[in-house]
């Protein structure tokens, strides 16, 4: 069992950035592939950025890639989404979550998921 805990979201201006934290309970994190999803009102989740569980491969989302990173420090037990030059289309609640195996995935396909952490752009 993973249990999975964001942090970091908050308000901030067109063009700043944020970074976002989860840190997951268990022995075995180094051994999970990790996800970042959100979900804006109205709107269906979608997936941000994908880590493999080493943190060798990542995969974006065309919506944000270049300038969204993510990153893992496994010593650490925590996965992190560092947002740059941020829009006001990036307003959503941010999920974590993790599975096994890497690869490309849909939602219903990851096991454990954190609560979420809302992020705000304003313009």
């Known amino acids: 069992q993973v249990q999975l805990v964001e942090s970091g979201g908050g308000l901030v201006q067109a063009g700043g950035s944020l970074r976002l934290s989860c840190t997951a309970s268990g022995r075995t994190f180094d051994t999970y592939s990790l996800a970042w999803f959100r979900q804006a009102p109205g709107k269906e989740r979608e997936i941000v950025a994908t880590?493999?569980?080493?943190?060798?491969?990542?995969s974006y989302a065309d919506s944000v890639n270049g300038r969204f990173t993510i990153f893992r420090d496994n010593a650490k037990n925590t996965v992190y989404l560092q947002m740059d030059r941020l829009k006001p289309d990036d307003t959503a609640v941010y999920y974590c979550?993790?599975?096994?195996?890497?690869?490309?995935?849909?939602?219903?396909?990851?096991?454990?998921w954190g609560q979420g952490t809302q992020v705000t752009v304003s313009s």
């Open positions: 979550a993790a599975r096994w195996i890497y690869g490309r995935a849909t939602a219903g396909e990851y096991d454990y």
């Open positions: 880590i493999n569980h080493s943190g060798t491969l990542t």
